[in-house]
């Protein structure tokens, strides 16, 4: 979930490259609220900010803004997530 479009971009790609089946929600656009700062402000999240929600709906990584390489933070994040819900389970 973002505001600004270039995290929907980061998000394609980073699935592309993780071989995972990533969805940007864009604030404003797919996502709306009638207090899009309250919104920002409940997930901690400046106006260039992204949150990564988990299917079940809880917050598993955000940056407050916009980082310099979205795509690099990004895939990294979806890296660790996947790998730690991936774990195998004991018998």
């Known amino acids: 979930m973002a ?8 998000a394609a790609r980073a699935g592309e490259q993780l ?3 990533v969805k940007c929600l864009r604030i404003g656009a797919e996502l709306q609220s009638s207090d899009e700062a309250a919104l920002r ?3 901690g999240l ?3 900010g992204a949150s990564l929600l988990r299917p079940d709906g809880y917050i598993a990584w955000r940056a407050g803004d916009l ?3 979205p795509l690099h933070l990004l895939t990294e994040a ?4 996947a790998a730690s819900s991936q774990a ?3 018998e």
């Open 78 to 81: 979806l890296a660790s997530v």
């Open 88 to 90: 195998p389970q004991s």
């Open 46 to 48: 400046g106006d260039e």
């Open 19 to 21: 071989g995972l089946d």
């Open 67 to 69: 980082s310099a390489d």
């Open 41 to 43: 402000a409940a997930f």
């Open 3 to 10: 505001a600004d479009a270039r995290w929907g971009a980061a």
